[in-house]
T-cell receptor, first 115, second 113 residues
Framework: GENVEQHPSTLSVQEGDSAVIKCTYSDSASNYFPWYKQELGKRPQLIIDIRSNVGEKKDQRIAVTLNKTAKHFSLHITETQPEDSAVYFCAATPVGGTSYDKVIFGPGTSLSVIP | SAVISQKPSRDICQRGTSLTIQCQVDSQVTMMFWYRQQPGQSLTLIATANQGSEATYESGFVIDKFPISRPNLTFSTLTVSNMSPEDSSIYLC??????????FGSGTRLTVV
């Protein structure tokens, strides 16, 4: 089955700097890659996603890149703010089609933005 | 995106008992998923529930321990049976948002004593 790895496990940046989180996946059939932000005590919230027919997607300060050949995808957060502090999970969906299949999560990255 | 109501939000249970967690969605969805999140850990998929068929369980999870019901396209339950302290965790349901991505219920924090 699908296996998702994520690095680093913890990341500390100064406010205003950029943060990059990298993930790899194992199943070449995966074609949907969401990223979730989870604040302490709250449910995971989808912040951005990318599909396998796209190499990059951007939404304001957040961008995601995908390299299907290498089975790598990354989250980039620019101009970080203290409210970006949270645990971030990458995920991959094997199989696919017109409807999504189960989502397999990476182990998570705890991001701390230092004011 | 779909709105999910999950209950109970938390419970403290005696070992050996069972707890049923409910998820109600405000729209019809094809698939519902049940996850477990242990403290400080990632989300682990327990099973996938499709309406009208038996749930599909992931490796390490069995129906006798985690029976699931999916009576219609807006509702599902997960039961944690014969609980032990190792079952203490947060349990979350999730739905397939198709266009808008997956969304999660607010979670059930279970403590087994």
């Amino acid at each position: 089955g699908e296996n998702v790895e994520q690095h680093p496990s913890t990341l500390s940046v100064q406010e205003g700097d950029s943060a990059v989180i990298k993930c790899t996946y194992s199943d070449s059939a995966s074609n949907y890659f969401p990223w979730y932000k989870q604040e302490l005590g709250k449910r995971p919230q989808l912040i951005i996603d990318i599909r396998s027919n796209v190499g990059e997607k951007k939404d304001q300060r957040i961008a995601v890149t995908l390299n299907k050949t290498a089975k790598h995808f990354s989250l980039h957060i620019t101009e970080t703010q203290p409210e970006d502090s949270a645990v971030y999970f990458c995920a991959a969906t094997p199989v696919g089609g017109t409807s999504y299949d189960k989502v397999i999560f990476g182990p998570g990255t705890s991001l701390s933005v230092i004011p | 995106s779909a709105v999910i109501s999950q209950k109970p939000s938390r419970d403290i249970c005696q070992r050996g008992t069972s707890l049923t967690i409910q998820c109600q969605v405000d729209s019809q969805v094809t698939m519902m998923f049940w996850y477990r999140q242990q403290p400080g850990q990632s989300l682990t998929l327990i099973a996938t529930a499709n309406q009208g068929s038996e749930a599909t369980y992931e490796s390490g999870f069995v129906i006798d321990k985690f029976p699931i019901s999916r009576p219609n396209l807006t509702f599902s339950t997960l039961t944690v049976s014969n609980m032990s302290p190792e079952d203490s965790s947060i349990y979350l349901c999730s739905v397939d948002g198709t266009i808008s991505g997956y969304t999660f219920g607010s979670g059930t924090r279970l403590t087994v004593v």
